[in-house]
Nanobody, 120 residues
Framework: QVQLVESGGGLVQAGGSLSLSCAAS????????MGWYRQAPGKQRELVAR???????HYGDSVKGRFVISRGDAKNTVYLQLNSLRPEDTGVYYC??????????????WGQGTQVTVSS
């Protein structure tokens, strides 16, 4: 019942920047955390960044100092600013949200993903 839609992916040259957005919709009581994960062909899905409802953030080692995650004021949106992009950042970026549909039912939802391609 909780749907996530990502936007903002595309093709960019190395050293460039992109901004990704994710919006949650549907029926939910609260969202406790949102994050971004990515997956390249032949590789496992990996954490890019997460942010809690309290504002705590955690970044994957490979993106620290380059990417910035933030929550919208309404707390049903999450953004990812990708700076100083490298070819190895190429992959499908997925939005994730965890929380509760109601007082007793937790949820873990994923978006469809958006492609980010960084050329040399």
């Amino acid at each position: 019942q909780v749907q996530l839609v990502e936007s903002g992916g595309g093709l960019v040259q190395a050293g460039g920047s992109l901004s990704l957005s994710c919006a949650a919709s549907g029926i939910f009581y609260t969202i406790n955390g949102m994050g971004w994960y990515r997956q390249a062909p032949g590789k496992q899905r990996e954490l890019v960044a997460r942010v809690t409802s309290g504002g705590s953030t955690h970044y994957g080692d490979s993106v620290k100092g380059r990417f910035v995650i933030s929550r919208g004021d309404a707390k049903n949106t999450v953004y990812l600013q990708l700076n100083s992009l490298r070819p190895e950042d190429t992959g499908v970026y997925y939005c994730n949200a965890v929380g509760y549909s109601d007082f007793t039912r937790p949820f873990d939802s994923w978006g469809q993903g958006t492609q980010v391609t960084v050329s040399s």
